[in-house]
């Protein structure tokens, strides 16, 4: 029912296109010699991808016949002008960063190239490598349509230190009536101290990542396989429950404004017990620089309900637009920056900690990296491998995605839900009325579909 329309993406996107330009873009400009087949490269400003533009000298190396143009932008404005650009055609960019919740729609409308291909025909670039759940979801009928630069999933980090002070033990796999024991144990908000640490800051990239992973081991949907919208099943309500009253009896302050950033700050600063969020964390948590609790973590699959398994799954990842004029050389860019060698590269000339994680199967076989990625690369292994619907959904859906629904009306869906959430978190409205109104939402969404696929 759900199956992503032309039309429906560009209507979408095309509101985005108002106030931008490529002009207007705030970027790194152009590597190398410019007398050269110029690519312009559309990323997101992340510190992993500005070390990809500071080793540009590396590339051009290799390439000396090629320029690159970047254009980096925060995630917000950057996923903005490159689904604007994209939707409607634009053709600016040779390159764009995306994930995988426009990969699959956006191929299936044509708007981007088909990369296997390409990986094929690349020698020594094995996409096999890729980790099988991240090529997965970034593949269409078993063709890669993007090729992931990293990726994540999400478990539970906890004080070792303090759980064997206290006499606790973690379970190898807990469930929330565990994690809520626990924290209930070690929360003591007096020393401004919080048994467990939860995203409510509202979003859909913020507190409904974390939530929809618990509606999903609980048995929720956001729509049933008939395109139904399921936000006020009982199934949903108790996972939201559970959600709401763990983070306000035992979470920390203020946090119907935590998103990932203020979790992050307040775990590396040794202010809470647990923090259930992405398993990027690891990099700011074992760094000693950054840390007070590095070396002082563990680290154990998401908690789950009725499943096996739970936690989401995320790529950035690149792709080609079918308006490039440039295909070829955007290739060369493309497999320079999620190969092997990129790894090893990044490894030795920056740091071992700052290496991508979670793209290759073979990054945690290199000595370095598996040294200081002891504490978590197992893991981190282990939640990319069950982040399917299969392992960590009850019920079978109709659209794609893990902590997203996988149309182009979620980015709004999400939001306006993330934000009754939030404000059930903040006490300013009660679960009930939250989930009544997401789903008044949610019924809006799946309505258009219903008259669309009546026509």
């Known amino acids: 029912m759900f199956r992503p329309r032309t039309r429906r993406l560009a209507a979408a996107a095309g509101t985005a296109v108002l106030g931008l330009s490529l002009a207007a873009c705030a970027g790194a400009g152009a590597v ?10 559309a990323i997101v400003s992340n510190p992993q991808m500005q070390d990809a533009i500071s080793l540009q000298d590396e590339f051009r190396k290799e390439h000396p016949g090629i320029d690159v143009r970047f254009v980096s932008l925060p995630e917000n404005e950057a996923r903005a002008k490159i689904t604007a650009s994209v939707a409607t055609g634009g053709g600016e960019f040779d390159v764009v960063m995306i994930s995988n919740y426009e990969t699959p729609m956006w191929a299936e409308n044509g708007w981007i190239e088909n990369l296997q291909p390409y990986a094929d025909a690349t020698e020594g670039y094995d996409p096999d490598d890729f ?6 979801a970034l593949s269409v009928d078993g063709d890669l349509y993007s090729v992931p630069f990293y990726g ?4 539970l980090a906890y004080r070792k230190d303090l759980f064997q002070q206290a006499g606790l033990t973690m379970p190898d796999r807990p469930t929330w009536d565990d994690v809520r024991e626990l924290a209930a144990e070690l929360h003591d908000p007096s020393q401004d101290f919080a048994g467990i640490c939860l995203r409510g800051l509202a979003g859909w990239g913020e507190v409904m990542a974390p939530m929809t992973t618990v509606m999903n081991t609980y048995g929720g949907q956001w729509f049933d396989e008939g395109g139904n ?3 006020d099943s009982p199934e949903v309500r108790e996972a939201v429950e559970t959600y709401v009253d763990t983070v306000q009896q035992y979470g920390q302050p203020g946090a119907a404004t935590s998103g990932f950033g203020d979790c992050l700050t307040r775990f590396a600063q040794g202010q809470a017990a647990m923090w259930y969020d992405a398993t990027s964390m690891v990099s700011s948590i074992e760094d000693p620089a950054s840390s007070t609790v590095a070396g002082k973590t563990g680290y154990v699959p998401a908690p789950v309900s009725e499943t096996d398994a739970a936690g989401w799954l995320y790529s950035w ?5 079918s308006t490039s004029e440039h295909k ?7 497999s320079w920056m999620t190969d092997k060698d990129y790894i090893t ?7 071992w900690e700052r290496v991508p994680p979670g793209s290759r199967l073979s990054t945690y ?38 902590q997203f629904v996988g149309i182009p009306e979620f980015q709004d869906l999400g939001t306006r839900v993330g934000q009754q959430m939030s404000a059930a978190i903040a006490g300013q409205k009660s679960v009930a009325d939250a989930l009544e109104q997401s789903q008044q939402y949610a019924e809006t969404v799946a309505e258009t579909y219903r008259k669309e696929n009546e026509r």
């Open 32 to 41: 190398g010699g410019g007398d050269g087949e110029q690519i312009v490269v």
């Open 365 to 402: 076989e290199i000595p370095q990296y598996a040294e200081v990625s002891e504490a978590y690369a197992d893991a981190t292994l282990t939640a990319m491998s069950e982040a399917t619907q299969e392992k960590t959904m009850v019920a079978p859906v109709p659209y794609p995605g893990i």
């Open 328 to 334: 070829d050389a955007a290739w060369d860019f493309v």
């Open 131 to 136: 980790v099988p759940s991240v090529r997965e």
């Open 152 to 155: 994540e999933s999400s478990f």
């Open 345 to 351: 590269l990044v490894g030795s000339t920056l740091s």
């Open 229 to 231: 919208a399921r936000l």
């Open 317 to 321: 990842s690149l792709a080609i637009p």
